[in-house]
Nanobody, 113 residues
Framework: VQLQASGGGLVQAGGSLRLSCAAS????????MGWYRQAPGKQRELVAT???????NYADSVKGRFTIARDSAKNTVYLQMNSLKPEDTAVYYC????????WGQGTLVTVSS
C-alpha cells in the first residue's frame, strides 16, 4: 500500500491550501485516514482524522479552520486548510489505518507572516 500526498506549498498568513492523499495498492476501503504534521524541532502531531463512516476528529488548534474529507471509493483523503497561520508551517503526512498503518511521504506547508 502506498499513500501519495500532494498540495503543499507556500502561502501567506490568512490564505488557504488543499492537501490530497491517494492510497494505491489496496482493494478495500481503508478504515481511518488522516493527516498529521511535524514542525521543525517538534514531534509529529495529529491534525485530523476521518473514519470510513465519516466521523471526524480535529486537533484543537485547527478546529474551525481545517476540514477533512474523504472519497472512500477512491481511498483518497483531503484536507482543506483555511485561515492559515505561521504556526501551521510543517511537513504534513497522510496516514491510513486498517489491519496495518501506512504513511505518505509528506508534503511541506509553509505559511509566511
Amino acid at each position: 500500500v502506498q499513500l501519495q500526498a500532494s498540495g503543499g506549498g507556500l502561502v501567506q498568513a490568512g490564505g488557504s491550501l488543499r492537501l490530497s492523499c491517494a492510497a494505491s495498492g489496496i482493494r478495500f476501503s481503508i478504515n481511518t485516514m488522516g493527516w498529521y504534521r511535524q514542525a521543525p524541532g517538534k514531534q509529529r502531531e495529529l491534525v485530523a482524522t476521518i473514519t470510513r463512516g465519516g466521523n471526524t476528529n480535529y486537533a484543537d488548534s485547527v478546529k474551525g479552520r481545517f476540514t477533512i474529507a474523504r472519497d472512500s471509493a477512491k481511498n483518497t483523503v483531503y484536507l482543506q486548510m483555511n485561515s492559515l497561520k505561521p504556526e501551521d508551517t510543517a511537513v504534513y503526512y497522510c496516514n491510513g489505518e486498517a489491519w496495518a498503518t501506512w504513511w505518505g511521504q509528506g508534503t511541506l506547508v509553509t505559511v509566511s507572516s
